[in-house]
């Protein structure tokens, strides 16, 4: 059940810091920020990654302009960026992010994965670039090489047959 700290996952708040999400104060968690127009999809993220304890959501926001000001203020190792936030298209958003936090890892997450979009991901300097559909043990593992400085997305442009 989510308390009141977490409004920013419900309806039209756009941002709520969670501080103390999980109560993980060790050093080595990842800390995540989400930016994610679709409120029911954010909420699952933040559940999502709230089980596993290598992980910390501490803050999310449904537009671009919020999730950069939580960037700067809260300082993540990862931004979750869905394909469409409120303000901006989140391919923009990604290229944005990367350019104001260059040491932040940003990870796309697409409603549906299209060759367009993973190529889009790419210039936006993304790195890491999947689906909505994806296993949250297969997330987990993407935001932990991310936030380690890999670019998980050269493998995924590897997987295509008619680039490799």
Not at 5 to 33: C, Q, W, Y
Not at 51 to 69: F, N
């Amino acid at each position: 059940m989510f308390t009141g700290r977490d409004s920013a996952l419900h309806g039209s708040a756009p941002i709520v810091p969670f501080h103390e999400a999980k109560g993980n104060t060790m050093s080595d968690t990842i800390r995540v920020l989400i930016v994610e127009r679709e409120p029911l999809f954010r909420r699952g993220l933040a559940g999502c990654l709230a089980v596993d304890a290598s992980t910390e959501v501490i803050a999310a926001a449904a537009a671009a302009e919020d999730g950069y000001r939580l960037a700067d203020e809260h300082l993540p190792d990862v931004v979750l960026i869905g394909t469409t936030l409120a303000d901006a298209p989140g391919l923009a958003a990604a290229t944005e992010f990367r350019r104001r936090f260059p040491s932040i890892a940003t990870i796309v997450v697409a409603a549906q994965e299209t060759d367009d979009e993973l190529f889009a991901a790419i210039r936006a300097g993304a790195s890491a670039y999947c689906g909505q559909d994806i296993e949250e043990v297969k997330l987990i593992q993407l935001i932990t090489r991310a936030a380690t400085g890999e670019y998980v997305i050269n493998e995924q442009l590897l997987d295509k047959p008619y680039v490799a």
